[in-house]
């Protein structure tokens, strides 16, 4: 097994494509080619955990963050992250990580926060933008059906709950072959007239290339008429957060010892209460204070996250309870997530689970 074995299922979980623009996601210290011994799961990627790795022979870490996140002019072991870097390094050791690749998906950091808190009837909160594509192409009447085939089997043609979508049109279309032309219709330097179908099907972002690999291989011209449009549309299984509800409605109070309890946390700091039952919930792992807007918004009587601000508090305006769990806390089940996903899609191939609760923030009581 190789390290890009590895990482290639993990992004059939998390494509890379969907990670936010000033994240620092995929392969990032190790070679792709480079056979693994076993794989270590992560939250964090610290100096304890390269050498928990050491210790237990693993020799690819997945890591939810990644420990390299802005550019790195030195390597002196002036900081834990180039310490982290430098010893991976000496010791052969690959670290992958995914972050808000994942943090954008349907079955990511959100659903397992939904999970916890036993959420249903869930939706997107913040759906990420321009993650559909449609391609329109044009080929010959008695060859539209086994093109739409293939085009479904590589992903395309898929809206929500429905699988093999698409819009044809009948047509004709006109080509003339120049002399260094092999026209699989029609012949060199004669202008021809073909009856075609006009095929129309959408497709996430992240499988273009490959519904353009299955496109340009059985089409049967020997040049491709094609275009790929981005679409304003949104996918509603792509992007940040989510909201779901509660089976029955609670009090504030019974709903934060309810998160305390569900979320495993010492402290949870939160708006003033606004006397109202809390039922629909919005989530949102990691650092969602850019989100309060949107949970109101969409009506959520209590919205979850971390690393508020002072001033974000303000934001509630009694209309919502915010409550910040903590950055780690909100996100702490991605590690069993990742360990889950790669232990059923390698069932027979060591993944190991870090020990190493990775949490900075202490609290004194």
Do not use: W
Not at 146 to 166: H, M, P, Q, T, W
Request: hydrophobic share 40%; net charge negative; charged share 25%.
């Amino acid at each position: 097994m190789k390290v890009k074995d590895i990482t290639q299922k993990i992004e059939q979980l998390s494509p890379l494509s969907y990670a936010e623009d000033f994240d620092n996601v995929g392969l990032l210290v190790g070679n792709p080619e480079m056979e693994v011994s076993k794989v270590l799961v992560t939250l964090d990627t610290l100096e304890q955990v390269v050498d928990e790795a050491i210790e237990k022979q693993c020799n690819l870490i997945v890591s939810f963050h990644p420990i390299i996140f802005g550019g790195m002019k030195s390597f002196t072991g002036k900081n834990y992250v180039e310490r982290v870097v430098m010893k991976a390094i000496k010791n052969d050791i690959a670290i992958y990580s995914m972050h808000t690749a994942l943090d954008n998906m349907f079955l990511g950091v959100n659903s397992a926060i939904c999970d916890t808190l036993e959420l249903k009837n869930r939706t997107i909160l913040i759906p990420q933008k321009h993650t559909i594509r449609k391609l329109v192409t044009y080929v010959p009447h008695k060859d539209a059906e086994s093109l739409r085939k293939v085009l479904f089997e590589s992903g395309a043609g898929e809206i929500g709950n429905y699988s093999d979508c698409s819009f044809n049109l009948e047509g004709y279309g006109t080509f003339k072959g120049n002399d260094n032309s092999n026209p699989t219709i029609g012949e060199k330097n004669l202008l021809h007239t073909e009856n075609e179908t006009q095929i129309n099907v959408i497709f996430p972002k992240h499988l273009e290339s490959k519904v353009l690999k299955a496109l340009k291989e059985n089409h049967p011209y020997e040049e491709v008429a094609y275009e790929v449009y981005v679409l304003e549309n949104t996918h509603q299984h792509i992007g940040m957060g989510m909201i779901g509800e509660l089976e029955n409605a609670i009090s504030e109070d019974d709903f934060l010892n309810y998160l305390k309890t569900k979320m495993q946390t010492d402290c949870i700091r939160h708006s003033a209460f606004i006397g109202k039952e809390i039922k629909k919930i919005a989530v949102l792992g990691g650092s969602g204070a850019f989100a309060i807007d949107v949970a109101k918004a969409a009506k959520a009587d209590a919205f979850v996250s971390a690393d508020f601000k002072y001033h974000d508090f303000f934001k509630a305006e009694n209309q919502i309870l915010l409550a910040d769990i903590g950055h780690f806390e909100s996100e702490q089940f991605t590690k069993m997530l990742l360990y889950d996903y790669l232990t059923k899609k390698f069932p027979n191939f060591a993944v190991v689970l870090s020990d190493i609760n990775t949490n900075p923030i202490k609290y004194y009581q």
